[in-house]
């Protein structure tokens, strides 16, 4: 990937990386010259769309129409299509950034995605947006930041009070119950019908809190270098379950923030 492919905005001592030819992902987040995101070409924080996490067995149905997308994650579809492609950059400036992405297949519909960041010097906010050409059709909007689990000190702490659990069956997908949430580690997604909001605090160091207006967050937290916290429009095969439907008329968008403070200099 050459320099010209790389974005980065900057805002008091924060700076972001955007990588718009690695899936439209932010590349870096660094507070005070420290790395907050898991480095690396997979990693990061990349747009999912236009599904969150799983599909059961790569299909989903669109009226009488099924549809069939590659099995990424066997047997099933993972995190969409976007985060595979190379985004076009529409406008850049010192602490915004705006980069879009036309759906192509395997997705069956044509469509525009868009991405807004803005940055200032204690926070950032993502922006997706999806526009239907020429039919409607379901999509989800989520986002995937795997945040380094250590900055050099202790390990991170998760604070958040869901209302409920989506209960995952054995093939990783939501059963379709909701339970009450249960203590880590998880690969789940979690309820919070006023809005995500999830704070992580690595002691004496920084804290970051992940908020939304949306109602799902998925928690991943099993790998030993980085915690996920998902903030998404629906909930894994939501395609199926719970679809958010783009219209000719009116797209899909959502939106996340990151606000951050330090607890000590890092």
């Known amino acids: 990937m050459s ?3 790389i974005i980065t905005l ?5 700076e972001v990386v955007i990588r718009p030819g690695n899936g439209g992902r932010v590349g870096g987040l660094r507070v005070g010259g420290v790395e907050l995101l898991r480095q690396g070409e997979r990693f ?3 747009p999912m769309v236009p599904w ?9 149905r669109d009226g009488a129409t099924v549809h069939q997308m590659p099995l ?18 529409a406008r850049v400036q010192d602490d915004e950034a705006v980069i879009t992405y036309e ?4 997705w069956p519909y044509p469509g525009l995605v868009t991405q807004q960041f803005a940055l200032t010097p204690d926070s950032l906010t993502l922006t997706t947006a999806v526009e239907a050409y020429d039919s ?3 999509a989800q909007i989520g986002w995937h930041p795997w945040f380094n689990r250590n900055l050099g000190g202790e390990d991170v702490r998760l604070d958040f009070t869901p209302a409920w659990q989506e209960e995952r069956g054995e093939d990783h997908l939501p059963t379709g119950n909701r339970i009450e ?31 939304s207006r949306e109602e799902w967050v998925v928690v991943y937290d099993e790998q030993e270098a980085a915690v996920c916290v998902e903030p998404q429009t629906g909930p894994p095969d939501g395609l199926n379950s719970t679809p958010r439907l783009v219209t000719l008329l009116e797209p899909l968008e959502a939106s996340t923030t990151w606000t951050w403070r330090r607890l000590q200099a890092v």
């Open 136 to 138: 409607s059709f379901p």
């Open 52 to 60: 969150c996490g799983r599909i059961r067995d790569g299909r989903f």
């Open 103 to 106: 759906l192509v297949a395997p």
């Open 181 to 211: 949430p249960r203590p880590g580690p998880w690969d789940d997604c979690f309820g919070m019908p006023g809005g995500v909001d999830v704070t992580l605090t690595w002691p004496g160091q920084l804290e970051l809190t992940v908020t």
């Open 10 to 14: 900057t805002a008091g001592d924060a």
């Open 72 to 89: 990424s994650s066997p047997p099933h579809a993972i995190h969409g299509t976007v985060r595979d492609g190379a985004w076009r950059h």
């Open 44 to 46: 990061g924080c990349f």
């Open 3 to 5: 320099d010209e492919d």
